[in-house]
T-cell receptor, first 114, second 115 residues
Framework: AQKITQTQPGMFVQEKEAVTLDCTYD???????LFWYKQPSSGEMIFLIY??????QNATEGRYSLNFQKARKSANLVISASQLGDSAMYFCAILSGSARQLTFGSGTQLTVLP | NAGVTQTPKFRILKIGQSMTLQCAQDMNHNYMYWYRQDPGMGLKLIYY???????DKGEVPNGYNVSRSTTEDFPLRLELAAPSQTSVYFC??????????????FGPGTRLTVT
């Protein structure tokens, strides 16, 4: 079974500063993928970034980067130059298994302050 | 492309009523999923399907049923609705051509209240 732990229920960051959202995972599968999704107050799930378990380099997508430390089983999301529109709930998820199932963490509510 | 569509967007059910949440995707994806999201929580997998005619239980299947007669459609049936089923329901789909990142595309969600 897979497990995702997000230990920060809420985070605050000043506009234009960087912020790191923590995620640790547990899985017995040798091959897996780690995802971050953003859920604004409107409710939709927005895919942000992906990291494969065999990827040698950390994933980056614009202002988002994933700090992947395989030995520590952590996959932290770094948002650089925060914007007011980044205020949302952020979910870390792990994908594994033959059915490509996603297991989600409980989320971190990020608030960007002007 | 419409992507993943879900109907209805909102629904209020009385205890004991039944309903079907509709989900359709036009991306020819073989994998489809149903999740529920309780307030302040992450998503939990209810059922999934790896292709037409093949379905299987996820983490929280009790009180639900699914069918997958076509590649496009994956309806979720609630029988004898209970207040514990008050939640937001998301349908998702993905494809596996052996490529990464197996991204799951989510529908907009159905907000269900059982009173």
């Amino acid at each position: 079974a897979q497990k995702i732990t997000q230990t920060q229920p809420g985070m605050f960051v000043q506009e234009k500063e960087a912020v790191t959202l923590d995620c640790t995972y547990d899985t017995s599968d040798p091959s897996y993928g780690l995802f971050w999704y953003k859920q604004p107050s409107s409710g939709e799930m927005i895919f942000l970034i992906y990291q494969g378990s065999y990827d040698q380099q950390n994933a980056t997508e614009g202002r988002y980067s994933l700090n992947f430390q395989k030995a520590r089983k952590s996959a932290n999301l770094v948002i650089s130059a925060s914007q007011l529109g980044d205020s949302a709930m952020y979910f870390c998820a792990i994908l594994s298994g033959s059915a490509r199932q996603l297991t989600f963490g409980s989320g971190t509510q990020l608030t960007v302050l002007p | 492309n419409a992507g993943v569509t879900q109907t209805p967007k909102f629904r209020i059910l009385k205890i004991g009523q039944s309903m079907t949440l509709q989900c359709a995707q036009d991306m020819n994806h073989n994998y489809m999923y149903w999740y529920r999201q309780d307030p302040g929580m992450g998503l939990k997998l209810i059922y999934y399907s790896v292709g037409a005619g093949i379905t299987d239980k996820g983490e929280v299947p009790n009180g639900y049923n699914v069918s997958r007669s076509t590649t496009e459609d994956f309806p979720l049936r609630l029988e004898l609705a209970a207040p514990s089923q008050t939640s937001v329901y998301f349908c998702a789909s993905s494809q596996d051509y052996g490529q990464v990142p197996y991204e799951q595309y989510f529908g907009p969600g159905t907000r269900l209240t059982v009173t």
